[in-house]
């Protein structure tokens, strides 16, 4: 097959190949080798003899894409074959070929060269001339770029075409469409036609795509044959050639028969994200898909080569800029998984973009660009604390005297609009009714960012605002547009948006099928800007569309019109729609992140557009804004009701409440006071809050907020308002003593019944700094006990002296004294005040955590459409097959079923490890620590119930005597509240009469090895600690390490109690994002919220 190629090298790949398969090999679970490819192997090596065999071996098996953990075993199974990684081999006449490209007269003005990307169009060009490729690597690292060169090398054209979750065989292969009069026929894709023309099939997004839709793919490849709907065939230029001769058949009787000719020089190159591999089902590279393509492995640019980019393109790197590029890597090759994700956001491409911006509008502030690129105000807090620690290290720090109220201009005169500093001529347009004209006061911050959209629409890029409901988004775009004379294009998504409807509107006319031009196209047709709302509505792989829109200025509309760049060389024929240059987009979307619902838009495609977030308004600027809607609504009326909308909205920001209380509310109780200026403030407000629409708890949550500020929640409160506040616990001293006497025989001791405080008697049970008797602070005693009086603690060396056989007595009498415990608890009855005092504390955040849950839940329970249906909706790719008389031309959303043969979704596992060693009883009467264990105990036991298929839970408690107690076993929850009390009690009398001793390190290390082991999609750690390892010697690194000692389980630890500031202290040594300090068992749920939320972002 392939005579030529070095035989030695050839032998070792078939070594390693068959060692892959080989039975043997089975209990590393890898994926089967794609045998069927190795002729390819070969001939690779045939015309580049110098490969080593592991590069060519990689492309077939590109193990690192897909493989974690077993990486180092397969790469010890290929060394015993002598094949390694090496460093690039010798230059081959490819790479001649390359460099003579790039220093021909062609020579492309986007690629900058560096060796890294040479190299890789090399290789791609030694597999392009025997196979269809692959490549591989994270989000803007290069890999359109280098695919473009590869084809602009062979002097080939490219057809990309974007793939998306929901596209179907048919969407690949052909559709079918009317004609003008009216015929119905077969469309060919841009897929075949690329085929038949003998151009380079971009497919981007293999990942994205339904591997059942990738089958139809798998004949065109492999023997470049395959069947069309309309019964025709393609097949491959020999076979036809062969027919042709062997039959004597012309052409066009070929033709006539349906038997088409595929290019010779047609080639497949599918793009692809990395499979994220934690999860089976985010794993693309199926054996299946291995057996299709060579691979190739893209990696991010190191920071050598993208400063090497960025001052060729535009010209030396300011000192913010060069910031702004450290942080990169340092997200980059960060292991924290927080920080690694966020490193999205700093792809090359938007670097590249930050240095455009940053040429023309010189600043030296690193800071600003960074809170805009990041959106730093709408991360999960847990993302946004872990970045600014970063971005502080980096000494980045704010600009000192900006003020996003301080004034600025703004104004239209001799046809310059100017806003700040910067202007633009007004555009000059005949479409004047498209152009918008709106009521609009001027407030600072609006003008702020309308002047920095300004200028990104002078560097010519598209933008993109993201910001909570109703916080007037669409204000500032009318406004912005109306300012600069721009007429507007408008189209609003929803999550039934599909990317039919958002290229093309049909409309049956007189029988025949019209497609209509959707308002994007008319925008891209005259150089409109079209405002895409609510963009976060839609599925992702609708918006996706939009990415070669503004990236590649490349789209196919349904009806098989194409839209092509402005600069394109192509001719533009009837089915080409040039776009206009002024064409822009402007894309609006909610605020992302959690628990806000909604596909997180900015994290999918932000770093293709200008970002800007559009935040509520300062105090300042919405009394200005207020004043001007109700200019005889008394001052301090306004004041009032923007502190309270003020307060509201940071607890929207946090999650206690659902509603974002926006601008757009405010604005309507001013405009009604000023209207009705008898009217009474309360009842207006009131109104605006419409209290039926909430829970109890929230009610509540709002009445405090207003009776906070003033007004009277009695016209609200249906339930009595209960203000259920813990007394505030007695503060217990602790003084040293030192006592001097010796012990004797451990005992319970007397029970005075005055329960009057008892220091170092030996005599009373619950005395403090004695001997013998059960107590706090002494030595020698049984067990703890506390009667809440002040301790008085015997010093270390006192209590070390005790002698060996009264320990060993105490001791027994401690276990005895606890088995009689258990019993007790065991037989006893439920006691409801007992339960109730717990509860009653964490009710609310229950509630809150259930909210959360439940959306988180949501997230697993993705609807989708469900197509090819006799009823539901009319789907608009089949309105031609209904026409014709098929029935099946409905949708209809439904849950989305797990496919067959598709991995089962596996639950979630959340596993709280607690403290119940002796301290969190000793020092319970200090800060409550171990009350407010319990009750997040409870917190956890109430508000997971119900969620069970989807996150289970345990609760695994340590203490001085033991590393893994089961207080709540996975797939046993407590049922019932006598249960619940009863895991309570365990614990608490666990403290009580367990060994002093600490096992924190070794509680965390076996919580979270076992659970690496269980099979789960996501495992979550939470680790609830006294923050007390000083006193056992355990440096901070340790616990670091053992919270993130597995890749599949995300270990986080919270401080429940504390003494001084070891826990800030303890803090600072984690790493970021990993621990947290909580005071108050109400901030629970929060952290458990931005736990859940950093763990949803990793699976995004
Ligand atoms: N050598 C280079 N010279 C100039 N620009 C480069 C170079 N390498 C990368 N870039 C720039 O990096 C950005 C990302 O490149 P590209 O769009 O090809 O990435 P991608 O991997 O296809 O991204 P995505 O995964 O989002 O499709 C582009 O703006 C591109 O121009
Ligand atoms: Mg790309």
Same mark, same amino acid.
């Not at 600069?567 to 009837?574: D, K, L, M, Y």
């Not at 200019?631 to 008394?634: E, I, K, R, T």
């Given at each position: 097959m392939a005579p030529n190629a070095p035989q030695g090298k050839i032998e070792k790949i078939l070594s390693c190949a068959f060692a892959i398969s080989t039975k043997e090999s089975a209990a590393l679970e890898l994926p089967d080798f794609p045998l069927d490819n190795l002729p390819l192997a070969a001939k690779v090596l045939e015309n580049n003899p110098h490969l080593s065999p592991h590069s060519v071996l990689f492309r077939l098996y590109p193990y690192r894409a897909f493989l974690k953990e077993q990486i180092s075993h397969l790469e010890s199974l290929l060394s015993s074959f002598d094949v390694k990684a090496e460093a690039p081999g010798l230059y081959s006449n490819f790479a001649r070929r390359v460099r003579a490209f790039l220093e021909g007269p062609r020579q492309s003005q986007v690629y900058v060269e560096t060796d890294y990307q040479n190299g890789l169009i090399e290789e791609m060009l030694q597999s392009e001339s025997v196979a269809d490729f692959c490549i591989v690597g994270p989000k803007g690292c290069g890999k359109s770029l280098l695919v473009q060169q590869v084809a602009d090398i062979l002097g080939k054209q490219t057809e990309n075409i974007v793939l998306y979750q929901d596209m179907t065989a048919r969407d690949l292969i052909q559709q079918r469409t009317t004609l003008d009069n009216g015929d119905t026929v077969w469309k060919l894709s841009p897929l075949i036609l690329a085929a038949l023309e003998g151009k380079i099939a971009v497919l981007d997004g293999i990942n994205r795509i339904h591997p059942s839709t990738l089958s139809v793919l798998h004949r065109l490849v492999q023997d470049r044959e395959l069947q069309l709907h309309d019964s025709k065939r393609l097949i491959s230029s020999d076979r036809y050639q062969f027919i042709k001769e062997n039959f004597g058949l012309t052409d066009q009787q070929l033709e006539e028969s349906g038997i088409l000719r595929i290019h010779p020089d047609f080639r497949i190159v599918a793009i692809g994200e990395p499979p994220t591999t934690q999860s089976p089902t985010g794993n693309w590279m199926t054996p299946e898909v291995l057996s299709l393509f060579l691979f190739h492995e893209v990696r991010t640019l190191s920071k050598e080569e993208e400063l090497h980019i960025i001052t060729s393109k535009y010209g030396p790197i300011s000192r913010p800029l060069h910031k702004i590029v450290e942080l990169a890597h340092i997200l980059r090759n960060s292991t924290d998984q927080t920080l690694n994700n966020l490193s999205g956001h700093l792809s090359t491409r938007q670097l590249l973009r930050i240095a455009a911006r940053m040429k023309n509008y010189p600043t030296n502030f690193a800071f600003d660009s960074i809170q805009t690129t990041f959106m730093v105000k709408f991360l999960p807090s847990l993302a946004r604390q872990a970045l600014e620690k970063t971005v502080q290290k980096l000494g980045i720090v704010p600009e000192e005297d =900006?003020? *996003?109220d301080s004034p600025i201009i703004c104004e239209v005169r001799d046809n310059i609009v100017t806003i700040g500093q910067s202007s633009v001529p007004v555009y000059k347009t005949t479409h004047l009714t498209k152009v918008p004209n709106i009521l609009f006061y001027d407030v600072p911050q609006h003008l702020h960012l309308m002047e920095k959209m300004l200028q990104d629409f002078q560097l010519g890029q598209h933008l993109l605002l993201v910001g909570n409901q109703g916080v007037g988004k669409n204000k500032i775009v009318d406004r912005f547009l109306e300012l600069l004379n721009r007429p507007r294009e408008y189209i609003q998504l929803h999550r039934d948006t599909t990317v039919q409807t958002l290229t093309t509107q049909p409309t049956v006319k007189d029988g025949r099928l019209i497609h209509e031009d959707s308002p994007l196209v008319k925008a891209v047709k005259h150089g409109h800007v079209l405002v895409v709302d609510e963009a976060d509505k839609a599925p992702t792989h609708v918006t996706c569309i939009l990415k070669t829109l503004v990236e590649s200025g490349q789209m196919i509309l349904s009806d098989g019109r194409r839209i092509i760049p402005t @600069? /394109?060389? *192509?001719? @533009? %024929? *009837?089915h080409h729609i040039r776009i206009h240059p002024d064409f822009r987009v402007i894309i609006l979307a909610n605020r992302p992140g959690f628990p806000f619902l909604g596909n997180d838009f900015f994290g999918a495609l932000g770093d293709l557009f200008s970002s800007h977030a559009v935040e509520n308004p300062s105090p300042g600027s919405e009394v200005t804004l207020l004043r001007q809607y109700g200019?005889? #609504?008394?001052l301090e009326t306004i004041k009032k009701l923007v502190r309270v909308f003020g307060d509201l909205r940071n607890m929207a920001d946090q999650g206690l409440? &659902? =509603?974002? =209380? &926006?601008t757009r509310e405010v604005v309507n109780i001013v405009k009604h006071i000023e209207k009705f200026p008898d009217a009474d403030l309360e009842d207006v407000v009131f109104n605006v809050f419409d209290f039926d629409r909430y829970s109890p708890e929230v009610v509540e949550t709002l009445g405090e907020v207003l009776e906070k500020h003033g007004f009277s929640s009695k016209n609200v409160m249906t339930a009595e308002y209960i203000a259920a506040k813990r007394a505030k616990e007695k503060i217990q001293v602790t003084v040293n003593r030192y006592s001097g006497l010796d012990t004797k025989e451990p005992k319970h001791g007397k029970e005075d019944p005055d329960n009057a405080p008892h220091v170092g008697g030996n005599t009373w049970a619950g005395g403090t700094g004695g001997r013998d008797t059960a107590g706090l602070g002494g030595k020698g005693g049984p067990y703890r006990l506390d009667k809440g009086h002040e301790v008085h603690q015997l010093s270390d060396e006192e209590k070390n002296a005790v002698p060996d056989h009264i320990l060993r007595a105490a001791r027994e009498m401690g276990r005895k004294a606890f088995q009689e415990k258990l019993k007790e608890i065991g037989m006893s009855g439920y006691d409801a005040t007992l339960y109730n005092q717990f509860y009653n504390n964490v009710s609310r955040q229950v509630q809150s955590l259930r909210i959360i849950l439940g959306n988180l839940q949501a997230k697993n329970k993705e609807r989708h459409w469900t197509r090819h249906q006799t009823g539901g909706e009319l789907d608009d790719v089949k309105l031609v097959d209904g026409l014709l008389g098929e029935k099946t031309i409905f949708r209809r959303r439904t849950e989305q079923e797990p496919e067959i043969g598709a991995p089962q979704l596996k639950p979630k596992i959340f596993r709280v490890v607690v403290d119940v060693s002796g301290s969190m009883y000793r020092f319970n009467g200090y800060d409550g620590r171990l009350d407010r264990e319990l009750e997040a105990a409870v917190l956890v036991m109430e508000a997971f119930q119900g969620f069970e298929d989807k996150i289970q839970y345990d609760i695994i408690g340590h203490s001085g005597e033991d590393v893994s107690i089961p207080f709540v076993k996975l797939k046993e929850p407590p049922k019932n509240n006598k249960e619940r009390l009863d895991v309570i009690r365990k614990m608490h009398a666990h403290a009580q009469y367990c060994w002093s001793g600490d096992h924190t390190l070794e509680g965390t290390e076996s919580a979270i090895t076992s659970l690496a082991e269980e099979e789960c999609d996501e495992a979550i750690v939470v680790v609830l600690s006294d923050a007390n390892l000083q006193r056992y010697g355990i440096p901070p690194s340790q616990l670091a390490a053992a919270l993130t000692a597995k890749s599949n389980v995300s270990g986080y630890a919270i401080f429940i109690g504390s003494l001084g500031d070891q826990a800030e202290r303890l803090q600072e040594k984690l790493? @970021? %994002?990993?621990a947290f300090i909580c /005071?108050? #068992?109400?901030?629970l749920p929060q952290i458990l919220k931005q736990i859940f939320s950093s763990s949803v972002i990793s699976t995004l």
């Open positions: =900006y003020s *996003e @600069a /394109s060389q *192509e001719t @533009a %024929g *009837e200019p005889n #609504v008394p409440l &659902s =509603y974002p =209380y &926006s790493p @970021a %994002g990993r /005071s108050d #068992v109400s901030q």
